[in-house]
């Protein structure tokens, strides 16, 4: 008997690509698919096909928690297709709630994920065995916290049962149920957001009271906004302005500082105006005390006629007697007295 060979395809290689939808069946491998156990996916057998993991959800408001729910998913094993099964509308509005995102959007974000190498639309809500015979799946991963639904305490409990089950670990603070609840807490805050920009009341289901109140608050926080963005202005003017006067001020004190040490060295007691005006008061001491000499080339003056000299007098001509200099100008001005009176007697 031949044996024939796996034909099943092969994880994507490129994502320049979304990945594909599958089919009826997605593993048309006519080619004997054993069951494998953990430990043996886990040592990267069987070498001639990959481990096809299954995972399925709603995956509605596409956020990181899923994302790396998929990805661990995609790393459990050395050579992984991951196949990942996505609820219709009408299934999860019947067992699990109303989605945000239709069925078409779940869909395409699914597709690019990097993880995902194919994507099953219209997943069950509960996986047979005829399902997982029909798709070729080895394992299924999804975490580990029991999940009750259409009357059983835990929809996977058949799968762990039979050893087909991998856990993963769910990402803490992150699930489409918080970011639900932070947009209901928050309701106001998105209605008013949408209304600025461009939504109609209508689109909103916004009475026509609560679009007068959100249209106000808008107004309102604008007008906030503008005095908030004049009061940085103001403080950032007044910084300036500060900034400016300080170094005025600073500039101010330098030049006073020169300009009082500028005047006390001229104008201080040991100041050089001081020694100017010393210098300049003994100058003109010394030239009032001793006065000046007749030029050597002024003519010499004749004796009188009239006026012959005193018998007590030593004999000694006119023109080569010289008085003696004072030696006071008290004793100046009386010799130059004395000569006049005696110029009056000779007349």
Same mark, same amino acid.
């Given at each position: 008997?031949?044996?024939?060979?796996?034909?099943?395809?092969?994880?994507?290689?490129?994502?320049?690509?979304?990945?594909?939808?599958?089919?009826?069946?997605?593993? *048309?491998?006519?080619?004997?698919?054993?069951?494998?156990?953990?430990?043996?996916?886990?040592?990267?057998?069987?070498?001639?096909?990959?481990?096809?993991?299954?995972? *399925?959800?709603?995956?509605?408001?596409?956020?990181?928690?899923?994302?790396?729910?998929?990805?661990?998913?995609?790393?459990?094993?050395?050579?992984?297709?991951?196949?990942?099964?996505?609820?219709?509308?009408?299934?999860?509005?019947?067992?699990?709630?109303?989605?945000?995102?239709?069925?078409?959007?779940?869909?395409?974000?699914?597709?690019?994920?990097?993880?995902?190498?194919?994507?099953?639309?219209?997943?069950?809500?509960?996986?047979?065995? *005829?399902?997982?015979?029909?798709?070729?799946?080895?394992?299924?991963?999804?975490?580990?916290?029991?999940?009750?639904?259409?009357?059983?305490?835990?929809?996977?409990?058949?799968?762990?049962?039979?050893?087909?089950?991998?856990?993963?670990?769910?990402?803490?603070?992150?699930?489409?149920?918080?970011?639900?609840?932070?947009? !209901?807490?928050?309701?106001? !805050?998105?209605?008013?957001?949408?209304?600025?920009?461009?939504?109609?009341?209508?689109?909103?289901?916004?009475?026509?009271?609560?679009?007068?109140?959100?249209?106000?608050?808008?107004?309102?926080?604008?007008?906030?906004?503008? !005095?908030?963005?004049?009061?940085?202005?103001?403080?950032?003017?007044?910084?300036?302005?500060?900034?400016?006067?300080?170094?005025?001020?600073?500039?101010?004190?330098?030049?006073?500082?020169?300009?009082?040490?500028?005047?006390?060295?001229?104008?201080?007691?040991?100041?050089?105006?001081?020694?100017?005006?010393?210098?300049?008061?003994?100058?003109?001491?010394?030239?009032?005390?001793?006065?000046?000499?007749?030029?050597?080339?002024?003519?010499?003056?004749?004796?009188?006629?009239?006026?012959?000299?005193?018998?007590?007098?030593?004999?000694?001509?006119?023109?080569?007697?010289?008085?003696?200099?004072?030696?006071?100008?008290?004793?100046?001005?009386?010799?130059?007295?004395?000569?006049?009176?005696?110029?009056?007697?000779?007349?």
């Amino acid at each position: 008997m031949e044996e024939l060979e796996h034909t099943c395809p092969h994880p994507r290689t490129t994502l320049t690509e979304p990945a594909i939808f599958a089919r009826e069946t997605s593993c *048309d491998c006519e080619a004997p698919h054993e069951k494998l156990s953990i430990a043996q996916a886990r040592q990267g057998t069987p070498v001639d096909r990959p481990v096809r993991v299954y995972a *399925d959800g709603i995956f509605d408001l596409f956020h990181s928690g899923h994302a790396r729910a998929l990805m661990q998913a995609k790393n459990l094993f050395p050579n992984t297709y991951l196949i990942v099964g996505v609820c219709s509308d009408d299934l999860t509005h019947k067992y699990k709630g109303f989605t945000v995102m239709t069925e078409q959007e779940r869909y395409e974000a699914l597709r690019h994920c990097r993880y995902v190498d194919e994507v099953l639309r219209d997943a069950p809500w509960t996986l047979t065995p *005829d399902f997982l015979e029909k798709h070729k799946i080895d394992f299924v991963a999804h975490d580990d916290i029991p999940y009750s639904s259409v009357g059983t305490e835990d929809v996977y409990k058949h799968i762990k049962e039979a050893g087909m089950f991998v856990p993963t670990q769910r990402t803490e603070g992150i699930s489409t149920s918080d970011l639900i609840t932070r947009i !209901v807490r928050d309701y106001d !805050v998105y209605a008013r957001r949408n209304l600025q920009r461009g939504y109609t009341a209508k689109e909103l289901n916004v009475s026509y009271i609560n679009e007068k109140k959100y249209r106000l608050q808008n107004q309102v926080d604008r007008m906030k906004e503008k !005095v908030r963005t004049v009061e940085e202005k103001s403080k950032h003017f007044v910084y300036r302005v500060e900034e400016k006067s300080h170094d005025l001020i600073q500039k101010w004190e330098e030049k006073s500082r020169e300009f009082i040490g500028n005047f006390l060295e001229l104008f201080g007691p040991d100041g050089t105006w001081k020694q100017v005006f010393q210098e300049r008061s003994g100058r003109m001491l010394s030239y009032a005390m001793s006065p000046r000499e007749s030029p050597c080339n002024s003519p010499p003056r004749e004796l009188s006629p009239l006026r012959s000299p005193s018998p007590s007098s030593p004999p000694t001509r006119w023109h080569n007697a010289r008085p003696s200099p004072p030696t006071s100008p008290k004793g100046a001005s009386a010799s130059i007295s004395s000569m006049s009176e005696g110029d009056e007697d000779e007349k």
